[in-house]
């Protein structure tokens, strides 16, 4: 009853791959989720050690979360008998919010890794009053587009039907999208990451594809697991970047077939993997259009792609 009052004075529009999105603390969300992220907010006691990865939706959630896990547990676990070879990295870094609808277990090794989706300002302060860091991973809205359509497509449910790419692109712009809108999720870590360096790492996907040798370091080093120079002799970076790499994490067995956390079939975390996919399906009109809400958003933040 409670729940439904407070359903009710939200603002409501259909999701993309579930029928309806509320605008709850400022970003759009399912239903279940104001209960988890309510709790998350309430019950949630970070430690100095935790670590979260932080993401917009099909950013490169997965890929991050992969790189996290290796870093900080390299000592325990040789390259050829990883954990990420017969897990998923959503299993070894799960999101923390469901760990409140009671299906998802909190980690029980340290440090503790968590998943969050969870805007920057919805954050338990907990997190916040702490000394645990937060890893956030971002992706060229223009991409970020095109993977989620096709995702959120292929995971829709009933009685969900196919969003054309014109009315999907019209909801991105508009800003209704689980967890947006986009922009708001961006600026948010990325401010912090300006005002507190320390516990902010703003990451970009497509540094990540550029250079990834140079920011597997940057990681390690910002969450204080630096690779020595014996490590970097050994080419223990080379080792980890390739364990996570997309060509080998999207023929693992593993990460074919099988659903988690409930509804998501693992394999289309994996899809293709690239930057610049986004041409492949913009017409001039949407490319001015988004071009246009990016100038606007992002302005003078210093946040660009
Ligand atoms: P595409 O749909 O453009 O291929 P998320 O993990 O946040 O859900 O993001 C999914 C996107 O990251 C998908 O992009 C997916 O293919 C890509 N991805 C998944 N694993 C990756 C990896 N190991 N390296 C690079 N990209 C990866």
Not at 4 to 9: N, W
Not at 69 to 92: D, E, G, K, W, Y
Not at 242 to 257: A, D, G, H, I, P
Request: aromatic share 14%; net charge negative.
């Amino acid at each position: 009853m409670e729940d439904e009052l407070i359903l009710s004075s939200l603002s409501k529009e259909r999701g993309w791959a579930i029928p309806d999105l509320y605008l709850f603390q400022q970003f759009w969300c399912p239903s279940t989720l104001i209960k988890e992220v309510n709790n998350f907010q309430k019950q949630f006691q970070a430690k100095d050690s935790d670590i979260f990865v932080a993401s917009f939706p099909k950013s490169g959630t997965t890929w991050l979360k992969a790189i996290a896990f290796a870093i900080v547990n390299r000592q325990c676990f040789s390259i050829h008998n990883h954990p990420l070879l017969t897990s998923n990295p959503h299993q070894l870094v799960p999101p923390v919010e469901p760990v409140y609808r009671g299906d998802v277990d909190f980690p029980t090794i340290e440090p503790r890794l968590f998943g969050t989706h969870t805007p920057f300002p919805s954050l338990p302060n907990s997190i916040m009053e702490c000394n645990s860091k937060i890893i956030y991973i971002c992706r060229n809205p223009f991409d970020t587009f095109v993977s989620s359509w096709i995702y959120y497509d292929k995971i829709k449910r009933e009685p969900l039907t196919t969003l054309k790419i014109e009315e999907a692109f019209e909801m991105y712009c508009d800003g209704i999208i689980e967890f947006g809108p986009w922009w708001s999720h961006m600026l948010g870590y990325w401010k912090e990451s300006l005002a507190k360096p320390d516990k902010v790492l703003f990451l970009k996907y497509e540094d990540l594809k550029d250079d990834a040798n140079f920011q597997v370091k940057r990681i390690a080093e910002f969450l204080g697991f630096p690779f020595t120079q014996e490590e970097e002799n050994n080419q223990v970076i080379e080792s980890i970047i390739k364990l996570c790499s997309f060509e080998e994490m999207k023929n693992l067995e593993v990460n074919k077939s099988g659903i988690i956390h409930r509804f998501a079939d693992k394999k289309y975390y994996f899809r293709k993997g690239e930057t610049r996919d986004w041409l492949n399906y913009f017409s001039p009109s949407m490319t001015e259009k988004l071009t246009k809400i990016m100038e606007e958003k992002f302005g003078e933040s210093g946040l660009s792609f």
